[in-house]
RNA sequence: GCUCGGGUGGUGGAACUGGUAGACACGCAGGUCUCAGAAGCCUGUGCCUUCACCGGCGUGGGGGUUCAAGUCCCCCCUCGAGCACCA
């Protein structure tokens, strides 16, 4: 029989790294102490890092979600760390249609579902140690906060910025609602697949495009994400042209004359009507060779000639029965001859005045002058329906006889043809010259125009704030009076949309009909709710000061904490909601409740996270839950993955294999923490390594660049532990600050091993000697004719002969330097290059 | 169609104002430890050729600028996201 020894311990062996454990002990230590309570009244330096509140689904909170939540909170704890007063808040955008259309389809009321739905999300959030101040929790679905909601609406009410208009919506007859247009899906509802009708409801609309240009100036003054400014450009959408009116013939004086006037006298006019276009191209005037109006233009019918009603009402019908979504997918170009003709400013011709639904009315004046030889889709519709094609600009080599097969849409270097005496100017200065000539007979005048348009922010619905105004029948629109806020959503069981078009609200018959705060008669609210994205707009204004009910903002906090430090979101809100909270923060300026008008000073955008390659859906059944995850790896560990895996603004892929790489990072700090000698002195190049990393983590931290700040404590921590070194405290106790804003549970834990008994996040940031982090020697390139043979080390300020020298020195270099020296390229502590 | 991003080893991804391409991590291979395995630790790992050294080739494709190009310029292919008749 053999006898064998027990195990012996070898040394003292550290207790083992349990993420649960830890996690659970400072999540309830933050807790109690308060440690990530902000005080907002009297902190130092205030730091507003904000991330886009999420939709509270009841899924649970996705990956997406905590992979920006977790951006932002590194980049807090960090600006925490350098000395600021952090606020992150957190709260749930909770109303709308999204989580309406789910209460309807599990049958619970959202009122029941959204605060179940918000437990689970608080219980995830916490999970993922955000540091959170949690006393300024808010959700948009809470009284409190929509009271305030209804009150941003009122001043806007009060500025004149609020209105209500006939608009066109999309209609799903099975589903009998409303739909945004991205719920329609080529023509069909997304969900049930039925085809989308269009309906003309009245809506409530805010009046953005008064707003447009200093919406879009004020973009360049934004530290924000180049490709968000970029997409809220192009949807503001600016663009310089010119109004032109066309006069209308009378079609009787038009049948009894054949005259042709001459010029831009403009005064053969018969009819009293006119048409007002708006063109990018007022040098192609000469080319116009009819107009198109859209079909729901507001003089087709005044001008449409007898002969011609028939067709043209058939037509307008058409289009008016076609969904929004198909027309404008459909590139078929169809219409129809009014039978009434216009002048031409510039030729004094008669040109036909065409109906089609190319042409928008919401964009410009609802009419166009077709310019059929210049532009693509006039050229089209000339084609069609066999319009004079008229060559108004001429090309190099081109003249006024060239014949066009297709549009002909350049303008660089280009000069006009077929156009009176300005032929022969450039495209550029005819643009000027026709204004201005035509602008003498008030016949145009420069405009500038934009592709957004009002916000329509009508919906519907019931799971929303309702819109604070009431009707009264002898005082008409009458805004609920502030004192009387808020409106208090009603319960009502059965919220289902029907097919009236009106909100089920108008189904509430106490809560319907209410005195007239005016008369005090009987009178009735408005049925509709506000859109979500109204909610969103002005959050952030709230936070600081979600605990006081009798103002929506406190004067002092906000100037104190805004406009917002730091705002980290998803890209997907770059347009919408980044447009919309920016205007409602510009009208709040104007009306004097602010002293600012842009919210967010910083913006940066984070990208997505796919799975294995793919896109995460439920249908492909590739979704990552968090909890899982947290449950295997700990929440540590899943963060720093998260931050890990790819550039933070691009976004990454997620592979389950990948964690277990800084998972073990994590159990090698933890061991370094608890072996590291405290005798002796920390070893000057494993110094010089540390400086180095403290720079580059505290260089790429606020740029966002995680994954780079991950890979250099690594690297730092192989140096720390190369061939199974046993590290000095003094050189393991900056690495556990580094990594804190990472993985803060596990740093807390470490620290207070380290001795140290106050919150690691008020210990402050390391600092690193710019002479140590410079190496004293260098690893130079020697290239000979451009390709590398060797390396030589050499002073970082050796010169270009000793460089040489050393090179020469080099086996493998000498090899190559077969001739005669003819130029040496040599660039200080980085290269040499030796020419042969 | 337009706008904005991307295309780098077996994989995710590094690379500052042009200056040693492939940091860091996954995976894989070998070693160590172990009765054995797991975990850990150590070593190696772009491709081709070679026992090895040496050498050659390499950042979607093709041209160009430069002593030097993943990086700058031109053309093309391709993937992703957003917008979509905006006059």
Request: with cysteine; proline share 6%.
């Amino acid at each position: 029989m053999t006898e064998f020894a027990p195990t012996q311990p070898v040394g003292e062996q550290p207790a083992g790294y349990d993420p649960a454990a830890v996690e659970r002990r400072w999540q309830a230590r933050w807790e109690t102490e308060a440690t990530n309570v902000a005080d907002l009244s009297s902190g130092a330096r205030p730091f507003y890092a904000l991330m886009m509140f999420p939709y509270p689904s009841a899924e649970g909170l996705h990956v997406g979600n905590l992979f920006a939540f977790t951006g932002n909170d590194i980049y807090g704890r960090f600006q925490r760390l350098k000395g600021h007063t952090v606020f992150e808040p957190m709260g749930y955008d909770a109303f709308g249609i999204h989580s309406e259309n789910f209460a309807l389809k599990v049958g619970v009321h959202p009122s029941e579902l959204i605060p179940r739905n918000i437990d689970n999300f608080r219980r995830q959030l916490k999970r993922a140690g955000l540091m959170v101040d949690w006393t300024h929790e808010l959700s948009t679905t809470d009284p409190r906060y929509y009271k305030w909601t209804q009150w941003v609406f009122l001043q806007l009410y009060k500025q004149k910025l609020a209105y209500k208009k006939k608009a066109a919506v999309n209609w799903c007859p099975f589903d009998k609602t409303v739909l945004a247009n991205e719920q329609v899906v080529g023509g069909v509802c997304e969900r049930c697949g039925t085809a989308v009708e269009q309906r003309f409801l009245e809506q409530w609309f805010f009046r953005i495009t008064d707003y447009a240009g200093r919406l879009l100036a004020n973009l360049d003054k934004l530290d924000w994400s180049e490709s968000t400014l970029t997409a809220q450009r192009n949807w503001i959408g600016k663009s310089e042209g010119a109004e032109i009116v066309f006069p209308v013939q009378d079609v009787m004086a038009y049948a009894g004359s054949a005259t042709v006037n001459e010029g831009m006298s403009g005064e053969t006019t018969a009819s009293a009507l006119e048409i007002k276009v708006f063109t990018t191209r007022p040098d192609t005037l000469f080319g116009a060779t009819y107009l198109v109006l859209a079909p729901e233009h507001p003089l087709v019918s005044q001008i449409v000639a007898d002969e011609q009603r028939q067709a043209v009402e058939a037509y307008v019908a058409r289009a008016a029965k076609q969904d929004l979504v198909a027309r404008k997918t459909s590139k078929e170009k169809t219409g129809a001859f009014t039978g009434a003709y216009a002048t031409n400013p510039a030729t004094g011709q008669p040109i036909p005045i065409w109906i089609a639904d190319y042409v928008l009315m919401e964009y410009g004046t609802g009419a166009i002058m077709a310019v059929p030889g210049h532009d693509e889709r006039d050229f089209e519709f000339a084609r069609e329906y066999d319009l004079p094609i008229v060559r108004v600009v001429a090309g190099a080599g081109q003249s006024a006889d060239t014949p066009l097969d297709a549009a002909f849409a350049e303008t660089e270097g280009c000069v006009l043809v077929n156009s009176s005496h300005f032929d022969g100017l450039t495209v550029e200065d005819a643009r000027m010259a026709i204004v201005t000539e035509l602008a003498a007979h008030h016949a145009a005048k420069p405009v500038v125009n934009y592709r957004l348009h009002d916000w329509c922010i009508s919906r519907q619905r019931y799971w929303g704030p309702p819109i604070p105004i009431i009707y009264c029948d002898t005082c008409g629109v009458v805004p609920v009076p502030e004192s009387q806020l808020p409106v208090v959503l009603p319960d009502i069981e059965d919220f289902r949309p029907d097919d009236s078009g009106v909100s089920p609200l108008a189904r509430h018959e106490e809560w319907y009909h209410t005195p007239c705060p005016q008369c005090g008669k009987r009178a009735r609210r408005e049925t509709d709710v506000s859109d979500t994205f109204l909610d969103s707009a002005w959050y952030f204004l709230r936070y600081p000061s979600s605990d006081r009910d009798d103002v929506p903002f406190d004067e002092e906090l906000t100037k104190r904490w805004l406009p917002v430090t730091s705002y980290i979101g998803g890209n997907e809100h770059a347009v919408l909601h980044l447009l919309y909270s920016r205007f409602v923060t510009m009208v709040l300026k104007d009306a004097g409740f602010i002293d600012f008008e842009e919210p967010f000073a910083r913006f940066r955008a984070h990208g997505m996270i796919v799975r294995e390659g793919a896109k995460m859906s439920k249908s492909r059944g590739n979704v990552v839950n968090p909890d899982q995850y947290i449950d295997e790896w700990g929440a540590d560990a899943f963060r720093t993955y998260l931050m890990f895996l790819g550039p933070f603004e691009e976004g990454g892929d997620f592979r389950d294999k990948g964690i277990s790489g800084v998972k073990r990072f994590l159990d090698r700090l933890w061991k370094s923490v608890h072996d590291a000698r405290r005798d002796g002195a920390a070893d000057a190049e494993v110094a010089r390594k540390l400086h180095q990393t403290i720079k580059k983590v505290g260089e790429d931290v606020p740029r966002l660049s995680y994954n780079t700040a991950i890979a250099a404590m690594m690297e730092y921590m192989n140096t720390l532990r190369a061939g199974e070194r046993v590290p000095h405290v003094d050189e393991v106790r900056p690495l556990v600050q580094l990594a804190s804003p990472f993985a803060p549970h596990i740093a807390e834990e470490l620290w207070s091993v380290l001795g140290e008994g106050r919150s690691i996040f008020d210990s402050g940031w390391p600092n690193y000697d710019e002479a140590l982090v410079a190496e004293d020697s260098v690893t130079m390139a020697v290239q000979v004719n451009g390709k590398t043979r060797g390396t030589i080390s050499v002073s970082k300020t050796a010169s270009q002969d000793e460089a040489m020298a050393a090179a020469l020195a080099e086996p493998n270099v000498a090899k190559f330097v077969t001739g005669a020296v003819k130029r040496v390229i040599f660039v200080p502590g980085r290269m040499l290059n030796v020419l042969v």
